[in-house]
């Protein structure tokens, strides 16, 4: 089975307590509405690659650990896009929850995909009981206080912050839980695979910013030129639109050498190359090259 | 040291997170806005209660499975009295968190409230490992779908539903979990403790039902005769007010008649019909008598 077959039936065994009886079927409906149709899911993927380079022994556990962290991803936009913070009308080219099922039901659709997240890790490591605890460790690190993707939202609401620094550790904080927990539900030591996530975490941020500044609405699915719009910080403003593809290009060779020493270094190293350039149009990527 | 000092330092010791470097200062004040000062603890404090029959061993892991259950509590009320739902002004005397803190804030307070619970099984788990599973098993079935808080919450946007028992079925489902974790975090088997749980969230509607109809709201903390202003289905209006009360000492006896067998059975069910008597107060529980 390929591995975003693998993630979409993960994905879809997980979202089945939404047909259990009792459960209100507009919440199952928003709740499938915030997780399908797929994304890229570069984070779940990023967790299966991890596992595999470790020496995967426990396919269920890693599984768990990739859908976790899809799962608390899709809960962060379902909330992140609310009327309150980004008011965002569309997501992944659909109306966003709230659009389609108002306000009420967007709060709760985040809020079970968060618990859904933990219901997953746990049924998912019922075979290898002992790695549960590092698991939902790391993603809450990655998402509750002091510095996950919720305090990074939180610091919106500061009246002084580096708001470009926290939006990026914001992004980072996801990734690295996805690296760390990908080693984790393998069996192996989750912290060496820190560095590895957060390097990943600044790539996919300047690949974004790129694709804020050469995308068309239509293929990135929401709104494009919102960084020169908003006056945010953006590799491209920063760097110019080679520099940003060459900055890309650099910190995918860092995130190679971060690969810390595993059963599938090699592998695992070529496929983070490809995977980090394939973030952009090939066309630009060839600039890169 | 007695249980209110315990529950409430254990809940301090989750909360010390909020301090930790990196954590934003607001989203931190509207976690402790949503947590202190103290409302009557009833879950914890049955989660305690429970593990102690259950011949409790290890504490730390008591103390998680109940503090788990509180955050969740406290993490229900702060999204339940958001502006899209009750709109609420006041919470326990004091104003609610959207209008403390902003209704970012209190998105994030409430979400970082679910993620903190996990949190801290998962460190207070450390010790006994192969119970976590369970707990974090536990605490969503009585938080997600198919049929926790959230879920009962959502069938407010269902067009058809049976909104009296759904509220019950809420109210329910946190005591259920209270008591299983109870049981769980002691390393009993957590299914048979169920039925007491059950009861005692139903106990605990009468008596919230008898209260709304009696207090004043500087009493309460809250706005008093709601039931009557919204015609909502109340023991009150549907037994009048002493069948209310006898109705509550039927369902203590109830609760006290599902105490499953374990070493403290009889002290937990004397606790069981003190603490449910006094849901009420005692001019009124004297009616009961």
Redesign the interface.
């Known amino acids: 089975m390929d591995v975003m077959t693998r993630i979409e039936r993960a994905l879809q065994t997980a979202l089945a307590?939404?047909?259990?009886?009792?459960?209100?079927?507009?919440?199952?409906q928003a709740?499938h509405h915030a997780v399908f149709p797929r994304g890229a899911r570069i984070r779940p993927r990023l967790t299966l690659a991890v596992a595999a380079a470790c020496g995967e022994d426990a396919p269920a556990v890693s599984d768990a650990a990739a859908i976790g962290i899809e799962l608390m991803h899709c809960?962060s936009l379902v909330?992140d896009d609310?009327p309150?913070?980004d008011d965002a009308d569309t997501r992944r080219g659909r109306p966003s929850v709230h659009r389609a099922?108002?306000?009420?039901?967007a709060?709760?659709a985040?809020?079970?995909l968060?618990?859904?997240a933990?219901?997953t890790?746990?049924?998912g490591?019922?075979a290898q009981?002992?790695r549960?605890?590092q698991l939902?460790?790391t993603?809450?690190?990655a998402?509750?206080?002091?510095?996950?993707i919720?305090?990074g939202?939180?610091?919106?609401?500061?009246p002084a912050?580096d708001l470009a620094q926290y939006q990026r550790e914001k992004t980072g904080a996801l990734f690295a839980a996805a690296t760390v927990s990908g080693a984790v539900a393998a069996g192996s030591e989750g912290e060496p695979w820190r560095g590895l996530g957060a390097a990943l975490g600044e790539a996919f941020q300047v690949a974004d910013d790129i694709l804020d500044a050469t995308s068309d609405a239509a293929t990135l699915g929401k709104p494009v030129g919102q960084d020169l719009a908003h006056a945010r910080p953006s590799a491209v403003c920063q760097l110019g639109l080679d520099g940003a593809i060459m900055h890309l290009r650099h910190l995918a060779e860092e995130a190679v050498d971060a690969v810390p020493s595993c059963l599938g270094q090699s592998a695992l190293r070529s496929h983070i190359l490809t995977e980090t350039l394939r973030l952009i149009p090939q066309e630009l990527a060839r600039t890169a090259a």
Do not use: K, N
């Not at 939202?153 to 500061?158: F, L, N």
């Open positions: 307590r939404t047909g259990q009886p009792g459960c209100p079927p507009r919440l199952g709740m809960a909330h609310l309150c913070f099922f108002g306000e009420p039901l709060v709760l985040g809020d079970a968060i618990v859904l933990y219901q890790l746990a049924q490591a019922a009981p002992l549960l605890g939902v460790l993603l809450g690190q998402v509750g206080v002091p510095c996950g919720v305090a939202q939180a610091w919106e609401c500061e912050a």
